[in-house]
């Protein structure tokens, strides 16, 4: 494991990662550092918890509507094919369950 220092809206963090990750860390540390300021830019939001917790709602969306690549599930949102494996388990769930009925 190695040591990051990093920098996220003024203040240091100290991280552990494996030298592999250190790249992807950087990079989600520098997109959550400007989302951040961002917001606070917009002054609606002033202590640091709530500007965070903005930016992990903003990074959330992000991912959730964010597009499989090509093939079966091509153009499927992560959020919508989240939806779908749920809606799956709901149904073999009920399908189990009258099962267990009939035996």
């Keep these: 494991m190695e040591r990051v220092d990093v920098n996220i809206l003024g203040r240091e963090y100290s991280l552990a990662c494996s030298v592999d990750e250190k790249p992807t860390l950087v990079a989600a540390v520098r997109h959550v550092d400007q989302l951040m300021q961002r ?27 964010m597009k499989a690549p090509d093939g079966p599930l091509g153009g499927l949102a992560v959020g919508e094919f989240k939806s779908r494996i749920e809606d799956m388990n709901s149904m073999l769930d009920d399908a189990l369950s009258g099962q267990e009925k009939l035996l």
């Design 39 to 65: 917001i606070q830019a917009t002054g609606k939001v002033s202590s640091n918890e709530r500007i965070a917790v903005m930016a992990a709602l903003q990074v959330a969306g992000e991912l959730l509507s």
